[in-house]
Nanobody
Framework: VQLVESGGGLVQPGGSLRLSCAAS????????MSWHRQAPGKERELVAG????????MYADSVKGRFTISRDNAKNTVYLQMNSLKPEDTAVYYC????????WGQGTQVTVSS
């Protein structure tokens, strides 16, 4: 099983980034997927989730209206489009597979700073 995140980087406040998470080694379309983040000195928190079919999503209040989670089951990939980024969005972002977060990626750093 492998989850590989990409797309992180340094962006100015108000900017956008699109994270990708490529999955392999399991039946991607059978798993709910989610994005989480962990800022320095803070606990990991759930940012967004999407069900197997992509027909339903959920978001943390802190990102609602700014972030969009989506998935492409044909490409075994889940995405996180992040708009209107704020310095407080700075964190390592992780994708996870499964309703109980069975599998995790290694994370990708997102830094929002001027």
């Amino acid at each position: 099983v492998q989850l590989v995140e990409s797309g992180g980087g340094l962006v100015q406040p108000g900017g956008s980034l699109r994270l990708s998470c490529a999955a392999s080694g399991f039946t991607f379309s059978s798993y709910h997927m989610s994005w989480h983040r962990q800022a320095p000195g803070k606990e990991r928190e759930l940012v967004a989730g999407i069900i197997r079919t992509g027909g339903r999503t959920m978001y943390a209040d802190s990102v609602k209206g700014r972030f969009t989670i989506s998935r492409d089951n044909a490409k075994n990939t889940v995405y996180l489009q992040m708009n209107s980024l704020k310095p407080e969005d700075t964190a390592v972002y992780y994708c996870s597979a499964g309703a109980r977060y069975d599998y995790w990626g290694q994370g990708t750093q997102v830094t929002v700073s001027s």
